[in-house]
């Protein structure tokens, strides 16, 4: 199959912000061959919490969820690349740190399956989505 130019939403999340990760992530992100679009620290209201996380809404580990991406500051960065979707992915690791493979940010960074350290799109339509969630088109460059 191509690859395929694909944009991707990066974020931050509170423990990664507070246990001062984020020049690491960002390190890593430019040395994996990403291109970053855009970038912007943020607290996450609930409104916007909820909203972002909507798919989820009902899930046991959901109000958690809620309580824990608005417990502080998030950074979050507009992603490009080739396959930026699934590399971003590959990078990140599984969401459980404990089943995260050896160098992923989730395995060097998290704490456990809910506090962990960062969050990428899962899909490219959802890239898509994630990134116009978060930025205007001309706050890209
Ligand atoms: P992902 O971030 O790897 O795509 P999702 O299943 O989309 O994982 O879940 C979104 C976020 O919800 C996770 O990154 C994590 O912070 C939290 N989460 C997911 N599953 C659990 C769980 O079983 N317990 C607690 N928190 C969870
Ligand atoms: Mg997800």
Redesign the pocket.
């Known amino acids: 199959m191509e690859n395929m130019f694909e944009r991707t939403l990066l974020i931050i999340?509170p423990d990664g912000v507070g246990k001062g990760h984020i020049g690491d992530i960002i390190r890593r992100i430019e040395q994996e061959g990403f291109i970053i679009r855009g970038m912007r620290m943020v607290r996450l209201s609930r409104d916007q919490a909820a909203d972002f996380?909507a798919v989820?809404r009902g899930k046991?580990?959901y109000e958690?969820?809620l309580n824990?991406v608005t417990s502080g500051r998030v950074v979050l960065m507009a992603l490009e690349g080739e396959d930026a979707v699934s590399r971003l992915r590959r990078v990140?690791g599984?969401?459980d740190p404990a089943q995260a493979d050896p160098g992923t940010l989730r395995k060097l960074y998290a704490e456990n399956?809910?506090?962990?350290a960062v969050?990428?799109s899962?899909s490219p339509e959802n890239g898509v989505r994630e990134v116009a969630f978060f930025f205007k088109e001309e706050e890209l460059c």
Do not use: C, Q, V
């Not at 399956?113 to 962990?116: C, K, L, P, Q, V």
């Open positions: 999340k996380y989820h046991p580990f958690g969820l824990y990140i599984a969401t399956i809910e506090r962990n969050h990428g899962d």
